[in-house]
């Protein structure tokens, strides 16, 4: 394994110690004092009102809430202690299109304050938007959809930017140095390139069709595999977990599915509606499986994408907590002390673990989507799977 | 459920962007890159081809030297032979004329030898005779010189003769 192919690992490292760092911060700080009633009418008020009466109780340390706020999306960037980063937000009402920045749905402590748009009230509750009236309550006759440019959303188009940098750039090399061997990048990421082509497309569609899909599915496993390692590091401007998000794995597999249903020909619909060769009263049970089958591949194809990556999420964040949960939220400094290393050694375990875990689920997503094509594109004779 | 209730936004924003890095990467990137991926492979190939091509015909150009090698070796066996034998009549015939002339010139040599012997012995008997009459003649005279010698003598041949004769 070459140096290069160990740097990454040693910046994950890294991000995992800075990212405890930060966390340490977030964890410890818990100013009961901070949060304030703001006068923007009942449905605001209640929702700071339970901010304020679970902050003026000494905060307890939520793993949970930590966790779930962690995977999920937002729509500012959080860095560290006060301090995020506000993305635009980009609203579709029936109004007209609103366009402003995060930063103004909240104060300086992160509190959600109501911020008047050109259309209506808008306000932030659980990193959901909504229109609201001028007494605070949510203004169910206003349209609203939320197009905001979230953390998930920055960092799928940044990873997708990266995408194209990375190999329209390496194309541009290919056109350079025409045929002889690669140079820089390229020669880390050709026997990848080479491994999707080979060993997922060539050997699961077959000879005769893999060419049709391989621009896709190379796409598709870069994509996700960058997205993976992207959410594996923990300090600013990654860590988004864009994989682990419904969204990701459900475009994926509906794509998956749509191109399956698309080219299936008509060796595939005849194995679903009436598979050759067996008796009719069979079939009056066989085909409803298989037509679900259809449905349910792709079902499953989007939850194991998104369930692995989540949990590795989870797991993560749990070993990290175990820190601010044996220190009983700073009480107990030497409760703290005695579990960091344990917690950040597993920590570190565990993210060595998703490093793997990321390629392999990419490699999975791209292998099953090619062998749902190959089945699909299968011709009679040289169908192996009958 | 929250978790897995897709906001539209994000669901937009992954369509369009997805969308749009699959289309272009799949123009941009991909097609050049398999190209001459598959190019390479090609001229790879091609090349691994030429070489075995070109090392069958070295196999079979060394095999033809080989032959050629061996036919020569085979001429040139064939000639040292031939010079061998030349040689050795040469030396034989050579052999055989030298003895001739050698008996010719022994046979010469002992008729020439036989010759001289022949005259010096002859040569040798005239002057022995010569010689014998000269003395002779010396010692007659000087025997003979009185009376009383030649009476001597007469009385000794004739004592010889009278031996002889008996």
Redesign the interface.
Known sequence: MSLKALLPNTLLLLGTLLSGAALAQEGSHADPDTLVVQPHGAAAGHEVAEHTSSAHTPEKFNAGKLI?EH???AHSWHLWGHTSLPLPV?LWTDKGVEFFSSGKLMDEHHRPVAYQGAHYTYLLE?EKIHAVHVDGTVNEAAQV??????K??VT??AA?AL??VV??G???G??QR???APKGLAKFL?PI??FV?DDIAKSAIGEKHYQRF???L??LFF?IWSLNLIGLIPIFPFGANVTG????P???ATITFLIVTFVANKHYWRHIFAMPGIPVPVLVILTPIEIMGHFIRPIVLMVRL?ANI?AGHIVLLVFFCLIFIFSKNGESLIGGYATSPFALAFTIFINCLELLVGALQAYVFTLLTSIYIGTAVAGGHDDHHH | MELVTPPIGLLFWMCLSFGIVVWLLAKYAWKPILGSVSQRERSIEEALNEAKKMREDMARMSAGNEELMRHAREEREVMLKEARDIRDQEIAGAKTKAKAEAEALLGRAREDIRNEKNAAITEMKNQVAELSVTVAEIILREKLGSEAAQHALVDKVMKDADLRKS
Do not use: K, Q
């Open positions: 779930m995977i999920g999306d980009i659980h959809t939320d197009l905001s440019l979230t998930n959303a799928l188009i997708c995408l194209l190999f329209v390496m194309a541009r290919y056109a025409s045929i002889s050709e390139i080479l082509r391989l621009p896709y190379l796409t994509f998000n419904i969204v990701t459900l475009v994926l998104f989540m």
